[in-house]
């Protein structure tokens, strides 16, 4: 079975500041990984994903990620954040014999204080 | 209207009642997810349809019901909830080539 962990709860960043956001996986299998934003009373978005290839993909509002398979890591970095930044992150995960499932973590709030 | 959209966006409702969850998606996908969103837990994935048949039940309790009428449309039928049942149910679509999950803005649910 799969896992996903986002060690971090809350994350506190002053405007203009760098970020970054941990996800930790566990699995057995070859995975993807995918990380998704929620704004406040709003569903989920695909910020970037990871299938194959490059380990190192990136969003098109400055966000990356990069795939580190011996730390079974899928951290979210930022160079500099803006307050719209602000929000929550869900790191997850599936698997290619079964791309329905997806495994969230439990999410980390992003707060961006100007 | 675009995307995936979810009605009602906010439910009370009693212990007694049955209410039901609408969910359509203008996407052209074919297949629709039902998630519960709890604080502090990771997102529950409940049931999962594959061109109207359903292909996941992550063992939810049976007073949860759902609906796949077309690949367009899916629906939780609720009743006789418990205050715990109170979160966030949001509705997903996805194409099967993509890998990618798109999410509609969720029903607020609160049991009393």
């Known amino acids: 079975a799969q896992s996903v962990t986002q060690l971090d709860s809350q994350v506190p960043v002053f405007e203009e500041a760098p970020v970054e956001l941990r996800c930790n996986y566990s699995s057995s299998v070859s995975v993807y990984l995918f990380w998704y934003v929620q704004y406040p009373n709003q569903g989920l978005q695909l910020l970037l994903k990871?299938?194959?290839?490059?380990?190192l993909v990136e969003s098109i509002n400055g966000f990356e990620a990069e795939f580190n398979k011996s730390q079974t890591s899928f951290h979210l970095r930022k160079p500099s954040v803006h307050i719209s930044d602000t929000a929550e992150y869900f790191c997850?995960?599936?698997?290619?014999?079964?791309?329905?499932?997806?495994?969230f973590g439990t999410g980390t709030r992003l707060q961006v204080f100007p | 209207e675009t995307g995936v959209t979810q009605t009602p966006r906010h439910l009370v409702m009693g212990m007694t009642n049955k209410k039901s969850l609408k969910c359509e998606q203008h996407?052209?996908?074919?297949?629709m997810y039902w998630y519960k969103q709890s604080a502090k837990k990771p997102l529950e994935l409940m049931f999962v349809?594959?061109?109207?048949?359903?292909?996941e039940n992550n063992s939810v309790p049976s007073r949860f019901s759902p609906e796949c009428p077309n690949s367009s449309h899916l629906f939780l039928h609720l009743h006789t909830l418990q205050p715990e049942d109170s979160a966030l149910y949001l509705c997903?679509?996805?194409?099967?080539?993509?890998?990618?999950?798109?999410f509609g803005p969720g029903t607020r649910l609160t049991v009393t």
């Open positions: 997903a679509s996805s194409n099967q080539q993509s890998y990618e999950q798109y």
């Open positions: 990871y299938l194959s290839g490059s380990t």
């Open positions: 349809y594959n061109f109207k048949e359903q292909t």
């Open positions: 997850a995960v599936s698997t290619s014999y079964n791309t329905d499932k997806l495994i």
């Open positions: 996407l052209g996908h074919n297949a």
